[in-house]
């Protein structure tokens, strides 16, 4: 596939990630501060996300697990969760979050099982779509391309 | 009377998030500040030269003073463990030689009386995270402002008339919150 092909697709993919509410604006940003200087910032910081959540996915499971959950700590925990996704623009992890805090504070512990369930699973769709994204990026580049550069306007 | 050949300011960011670190970092230094990280309240504390006085909590003896420390604005997450940084706000205010430092509060939550709170007992700014390019250039005038009370500070004394000025306060009023 030559240069032109795969930045068509990496825009096109990356428009779908926005519209289809992965991705808010907040990505855009990181890739805004992406440059010669510091060019694995997006990469780094999304790794980052992916390696704090993994164990803060582990921690609510646990903490959920428990015969009397503490439920300022599981709180305290997907504020924490609610924080980075939403840093990193992954946009339905972090209405995910919202939407957990939400049962934390009526206690509903059914509820949370449930949310910690979706949570689990928005957070695993974003990190395929990000490493299919990343995986783009690499080729585009590789072969001599850059990445277009994107703006959201719809 | 330029001020772009002046030393670069020195922002002290505050904050326990790993990733938030980061993305403060990247924004202040894409705006050409130099910048220190830590990521608690009581590190930061440390840094500007405060020593622990078991009996009554943080202040700042004249000996231990750091004098090499020279932090020009200060920007703290609210939501830490052990202590916030609106706590952190008012152990800098109630230093004498740390308050003429601007500080800056961010929070991930639109809290009004939160954010009331934190202007009243003299923070500068109050940012809603997650923070823009947008906010960050909000803090330049503080900077150049407090540098120019500096400079004030330091002329002879013959210069009468800076002696009766008196600095405007700072108009807290232009914050807006964000829906």
Redesign the interface.
Known sequence: MEVGQMQRQWIDYTRSLFIEGFLDA?FL??E??QDDN?PD?VV??VS??FQ?SHKLLNDLTVALDQKSVDFKMVDAHV??L???S????AQRVKNCCIAFRNLCEEQNIDGCLKCLHQVKQECCLVKNKLETLFRLEQQIMAAGGSIPLMELSF | MGMSAAAQFHVLAVDDSLIDRMLIERLLKTSSFHVTTVDSAIKALQYLGMVEDKLKGYETPEIHQNAEVNVNLIITDYCMPEMTGHDLLRKIKESNSLKDIPVVIMSSENVPSRINRCLEDGAEEFFLKPVQQSDVNKLKPHLLKSRSKEEEETQPINNNKRKQESSAPFNKNSYKIKI
């Open positions: 907040q940003q990181l805004q501060l510091n910032f780094e910081v980052l996300f704090d504020h924490q609610k924080g980075s939403s840093s990193i623009g």
